[in-house]
Structure formats: C-alpha cells, structure tokens
T-cell receptor
C-alpha cells in the first residue's frame, strides 16, 4: 500500500535545540511529499513540499526537509526550535498511482520545553 | 479572502440523527477535499471533487455517508443515520490544481460528537 509513516508519536525538545521529525514513505512511483503543521483547534497549514529537483527543500517558519530516496525518507528539520513551534506535524504523500490523493501520516506531536 | 469556511464549528447530536456538515471553499479553487481526523486513524481522505464532480469517494466509510457539491462555492457532507463511531473532526480543504498545484487550504474543521 502506498503510504507515509511517522515513527514518532511524541517528541519533546528544549527551546533553542535542533529538531528532526521523521517521515518514511512507501510509494512505487516518484512521490510528492509534504509537511503540514496543525495548531490546536486549527486546520492544517503547509510548511513545505517536494515534487522534484533539489532534494533539500526550504519551507516557512525556518523549516527544511530532505528527500532521501535511498532511505525512503523525508525528514523535517529546524536548527533552533521556538516555543511557538509546539504543534502536531503531519507528513503527507501522493503520486499518480494514488490518483494524486493526499495521504497523511498519523502525525507527530511536538512539545517544546523552556 | 476568508479562507475555507466550515460550519458548524461544533456539532453534538444523538445516535440515529442526520448530520450535515458544510463547507465553502476559497473562491476560484477547483478541488475540494473532505477529511476525517481521529486519534486512532489519523487524517483520512473521505472524498474529493474536481470542478464540482466527485472524483474519488473510496474513502467514504459506508453508505451512511454522502457528499455533494452542487456548485463551486458549496459542499456538504451528510451522515444519516449517525453513530457514535462517527465522532471525529471533519476537515474540508480546497486548492487550485489539486495537490500538485497550489497548496491545500484547510478549514478549521467541524468537531462532531455523536452520543
């Protein structure tokens, strides 16, 4: 089945520390990959997306992600986390075989401590 | 633009009742998606429309669920009869060009509780 998997349900980091959220994908054809963030009581907001080209993708709010085909991964990173980054983060994928429907991982909840 | 507008924001109903969720996409967007979010199953795509036409409804859980898009500015998701296991947050999202076009814009969701 074509899908994305987020291995970590919860992540806790100290403010100012670096962050990496993991995402693994399982797609036969070239996937289109996304990271979304959801604040409490809100809908999802796109952080960044990868379609092709440069495997290091820059997004909003200082986030970046790297597409690694050899590892089937698309991990999200931020060099220095701010308290306002505390939220739920979703990796999502799509490709032509899935009819371009966006499939989401189950999310990683980020807690930022002082 | 006000973004994707969903109503109601919260809905509490009793088992067996009909529930109708509403969505107004962003003007000019040609794709509309309905998602359901639960703790157990995460975000599931229920159905999506392109130019008001349903393209893929394979995610609709069963016949109790139906969705319509009578025009480009309005869509409904109906559950009849509702059951407690339908309790979830239902999100509507719209985009121009689908997932490979502009980004998806999500509404704030409808929190549905079926007692």
């Amino acid at each position: 089945a074509q899908s994305v998997t987020q291995p970590d349900i919860h992540i806790t980091v100290s403010e100012g520390a670096s962050l990496e959220l993991r995402c693994n994908y399982s797609y036969g054809a070239t996937p289109y990959l996304f990271w979304y963030v959801q604040s409490p009581g809100q809908g999802l907001q796109l952080l960044l997306k990868y379609f092709s080209g440069d495997t290091l993708v820059q997004g909003i709010k200082g986030f970046e992600a790297e597409f690694k085909r050899s590892q089937s991964s698309f991990n999200l990173r931020k060099p220095s986390v701010h308290w306002s980054d505390a939220a739920e983060y979703f990796c999502a994928g799509a490709n032509s075989n899935s009819g371009y429907a966006l499939n989401f991982g189950k999310g990683t909840s980020l807690l930022v401590t002082p | 633009d006000a973004g994707v507008i969903q109503s109601p924001r919260h809905e509490v109903t009793e088992m067996g009742q009909e529930v109708t969720l509403r969505c107004k996409p962003i003007s000019g967007h040609d794709y509309l998606f309905w998602y359901r979010q639960t703790m157990m199953r995460g975000l599931e795509l229920l159905i999506y429309f392109n130019n008001n036409v349903p393209i893929d409804d394979s995610g609709m859980p069963e016949d109790r669920f139906s969705a319509k898009m009578p025009n480009a500015s309005f869509s409904t998701l109906k559950i009849q009869p509702s059951e407690p296991r339908d309790s979830a947050v239902y999100f509507c999202a719209s985009s121009l060009g689908g997932v490979l076009g502009e980004k998806l814009f999500f509404g704030s969701g409808t929190q549905l509780s079926v007692l």
